[in-house]
């Protein structure tokens, strides 16, 4: 399969009600004829209490841009935040 490029980051709050996320989502693209394709770090990422693991993901160590979270904000044309 071939991947799409991302054109909407979507980041959260660690605390959020689920539901309440999916619908802070859906809501902003629900008169978009054409969906986009987005990028949720709540499901693009392995959510972990291991502090290792999550600084790996998001780019927190020495050379943060080669992490996930690094590559895939340079590559969206827009961000949504959902707190």
Same mark, same amino acid.
């Given at each position: ?8 980051? &979507? ?17 902003? #693209?629900?008169?978009? @004829? &054409? ?14 209490? %291991? ?7 998001? /780019?927190? /160590? %020495? %050379?943060?841009?080669?992490? @996930? #979270? ?6 969206? %044309? ?6």
């Amino acid at each position: 399969s071939e991947f799409k490029r991302a054109e909407i980051f &979507v980041s959260h709050a660690w605390a959020e009600n689920f539901d309440e996320f999916v619908t802070a989502v859906n809501t902003p #693209f629900a008169t978009w @004829p &054409v969906k986009p394709t987005l990028w949720i770090c709540a499901l693009a990422l392995v959510q972990s209490t %291991d502090p290792e693991l999550v600084a790996i993901q998001v /780019g927190a /160590g %020495d %050379d943060p841009s080669h992490a @996930p #979270f690094t590559k895939a904000l340079e590559q969206v %044309d827009k961000i949504l935040v959902v707190r």
